[in-house]
């Protein structure tokens, strides 16, 4: 879980009509990169095997579930060396291990056995900054370091001067590609570092500082990150906007981080519905550098009994379920402002590599007062646009194993689209733009089966 401050709930509204300004190009300023995740839980922990035989799960860390989240492959410095990063909407920066880390010295597996290590020394393009790089996350993980710059290459597109924060003493196991807003935006502060999405604009390849991300629904082991731009092939009905809640505890109020009220989490069927314990409205967090999603105690402990979980022995936060649970048609229904997703339930139905009857559940409990993460386990069901500029979410239901691609092209500025909306409002649009998109510039996330219950 890579967010950073926790704080209490605040209502939002349907922002302005015509904040997202979406437009067809023929060569648009987009920056498209694929998204990769394992479909099961592997237990990392040197001593793990030898547990194995005393009961399933005895093993499991938080650690563990550090390998379900989404990553990216970077190539830093000249000559590149390659690593893979979580990407991570709930963090600002790029983070990542160098080969003299702490935890890089240890025997394998290790971070960089695992995910890849920075030697600064082999760059001819690195540039020291100072050593007061410090991060904490929400999750109680902290790492300390330098803070530098160096070229960074994802795909084709290759940004000079990148700030990076090098860990030298770390308790995290993966680097972190953070797309979060900057620093100085989340701590009110002057340090001068641009991240990702701001360099990505000020260097030219985007137009405004928003993304959209497609995780291709249940089951799916892969996604698309579409910097700049929006795919409206991959989403059902309304692509509905939601401002962001300012952070009560920082002095003045301002956002921090891509947080909206979720309204109420339900389950539906032909007969009956069934609304789970919570007072609502929540603030929650879309944080895709989470696996689990975590909500309040007491109504994650009302959806576990609905559908079956049990409390998880070695940390009562965690839940276990029967693995055949993923053949269900039932859905988590998560309601937002102007938006209802429903979540198949399988989708929360996560595999462990020592079990193949019993697998760990996708919900887990937050601390009481929060924050609540919207993590992937539900971020995978909705297509989101992560609007820096203009302190929205825009959100939609997501299509599962979308067969085709039709990017627009976000434009800069807070005016745009009347009611940003379904599909023939952005369809129309499209036909209006006299030039067509080349689709040799852009990478597109290939066709996956939809299992048995999505």
Same mark, same amino acid.
């Not at 060396?81 to 990407?87: C, G, K, L, N, T």
């Not at 960089?112 to 600064?120: I, K, V």
């Not at 689209?417 to 040799?440: D, F, H, R, Y």
């Given at each position: 879980?890579?967010?950073?401050?926790?704080?209490?709930?605040?209502?939002?509204?349907?922002?302005?009509?015509?904040? =997202?300004?979406?437009?067809?190009?023929?060569?648009?300023?987009?920056?498209?990169?694929?998204?990769?995740?394992?479909?099961?839980?592997?237990?990392?922990?040197?001593?793990?095997?030898? /547990?194995?035989?005393?009961?399933?799960?005895?093993?499991?860390?938080? /650690?563990?579930?550090?390998?379900?989240?989404?990553?990216?492959?970077?190539?830093?410095?000249?000559?590149?060396?390659?690593?893979?990063?979580?990407?991570?909407?709930?963090?600002?920066?790029?983070?990542?291990?160098?080969?003299?880390?702490?935890?890089?010295?240890?025997?394998?597996?290790?971070?960089? @056995? =695992?995910?890849?290590?920075?030697?600064?020394? /082999?760059?001819?393009?690195?540039?020291?900054?100072?050593?007061?790089?410090?991060?904490?996350?929400?999750? *109680?993980?902290?790492?300390?370091?330098?803070? !530098?710059?160096?070229?960074?290459?994802? $795909?084709?597109?290759?940004?000079?001067?990148?700030?990076?924060?090098?860990?030298?003493?770390?308790?995290?196991?993966?680097?972190?590609?953070?797309?979060?807003?900057?620093?100085?935006?989340?701590?009110?502060?002057?340090? $001068?570092? #641009?991240?990702?999405? &701001?360099?990505?604009?000020?260097? $030219?390849?985007?137009?405004?500082?928003?993304? @959209?991300?497609?995780?291709?629904?249940?089951?799916?082991?892969?996604?698309?990150?579409?910097?700049?731009?929006?795919?409206?092939?991959?989403?059902?009905?309304?692509?509905?906007?939601?401002?962001?809640?300012?952070?009560?505890?920082?002095?003045?109020?301002?956002?921090?981080?891509?947080?909206?009220? =979720?309204?109420?989490?339900?389950?539906?069927?032909?007969?009956?519905?069934?609304?789970?314990?919570? @007072?609502?409205?929540?603030?929650?967090?879309?944080?895709?550098?989470?696996?689990?999603?975590?909500?309040?105690?007491?109504?994650?402990?009302?959806?576990?009994?609905?559908?079956?979980?049990?409390?998880?022995?070695?940390?009562?936060?965690?839940? #276990?379920?029967?693995?055949?649970?993923?053949?269900?048609?039932?859905?988590?229904?998560?309601?937002?402002? *102007?938006?209802?997703?429903?979540?198949?339930?399988? &989708?929360?139905?996560?595999?462990?590599?020592?079990?193949?009857?019993?697998?760990?559940?996708?919900?887990?409990?937050?601390?009481? &007062?929060?924050?609540?993460?919207?993590?992937?386990?539900? =971020?995978?069901?909705?297509?989101?646009?992560?609007? %820096?500029?203009? /302190?929205?979410?825009?959100?939609?239901?997501?299509?599962?194993?979308?067969?085709?691609?039709?990017?627009?092209?976000?434009?800069?500025?807070?005016?745009?689209?009347?009611?940003?909306?379904?599909? $023939?409002?952005?369809?129309?649009?499209?036909?209006?733009? !006299?030039?067509?998109?080349?689709?040799?510039? %852009?990478?597109?996330?290939?066709? %996956?089966?939809?299992?048995?219950?999505?």
């Amino acid at each position: 879980m890579r967010t950073s401050t926790s704080i209490a709930c605040a209502l939002a509204t349907l922002g302005s009509a015509n904040a =997202l300004r979406l437009e067809k190009r023929e060569n648009p300023a987009v920056v498209a990169f694929p998204l990769e995740k394992v479909d099961k839980i592997t237990s990392i922990s040197p001593s793990s095997n030898s /547990k194995r035989e005393t009961g399933p799960f005895e093993d499991l860390t938080t /650690k563990d579930l550090q390998h379900l989240v989404y990553m990216i492959g970077l190539e830093i410095g000249t000559p590149p060396q390659f690593i893979s990063a979580v990407f991570d909407t709930g963090s600002p920066s790029l983070v990542i291990h160098t080969t003299t880390d702490t935890s890089c010295v240890q025997p394998a597996p290790n971070p960089c @056995s =695992l995910y890849g290590g920075y030697d600064a020394n /082999k760059s001819s393009t690195y540039h020291y900054e100072d050593s007061k790089f410090v991060i904490e996350y929400a999750d *109680g993980e902290n790492t300390v370091g330098d803070d !530098a710059t160096d070229n960074v290459t994802i $795909g084709s597109t290759t940004l000079t001067g990148l700030h990076l924060g090098l860990q030298y003493q770390t308790e995290v196991i993966n680097n972190v590609l953070g797309a979060s807003f900057t620093e100085d935006e989340m701590a009110n502060s002057d340090t $001068g570092h #641009t991240n990702l999405p &701001q360099l990505l604009r000020d260097q $030219g390849h985007i137009a405004s500082r928003a993304y @959209s991300v497609y995780a291709d629904g249940d089951r799916s082991n892969q996604g698309t990150v579409l910097f700049g731009g929006v795919d409206i092939d991959k989403f059902h009905g309304d692509l509905v906007k939601i401002d962001l809640v300012s952070n009560p505890a920082t002095h003045p109020a301002r956002v921090t981080n891509f947080a909206i009220p =979720l309204l109420s989490v339900s389950h539906s069927d032909d007969n009956s519905t069934i609304n789970f314990e919570k @007072s609502f409205p929540t603030r929650v967090v879309f944080d895709s550098g989470s696996s689990l999603t975590f909500l309040d105690p007491d109504q994650v402990q009302s959806i576990w009994t609905y559908v079956g979980a049990t409390a998880h022995f070695g940390n009562l936060d965690f839940a #276990t379920i029967p693995c055949s649970a993923a053949d269900t048609d039932k859905t988590l229904d998560f309601e937002f402002a *102007g938006v209802t997703i429903k979540v198949p339930l399988s &989708q929360y139905v996560v595999w462990h590599d020592s079990h193949d009857e019993i697998c760990v559940f996708g919900i887990a409990k937050g601390q009481p &007062q929060g924050p609540f993460i919207i993590g992937d386990t539900t =971020l995978s069901s909705i297509y989101v646009v992560y609007d %820096l500029d203009n /302190k929205q979410l825009h959100l939609a239901q997501a299509v599962n194993n979308a067969p085709t691609s039709n990017i627009l092209q976000i434009m800069a500025g807070p005016d745009g689209v009347s009611a940003v909306g379904g599909l $023939g409002t952005l369809e129309m649009l499209a036909a209006t733009q !006299a030039s067509t998109l080349s689709t040799s510039t %852009l990478s597109r996330t290939p066709a %996956l089966s939809v299992p048995t219950g999505a």
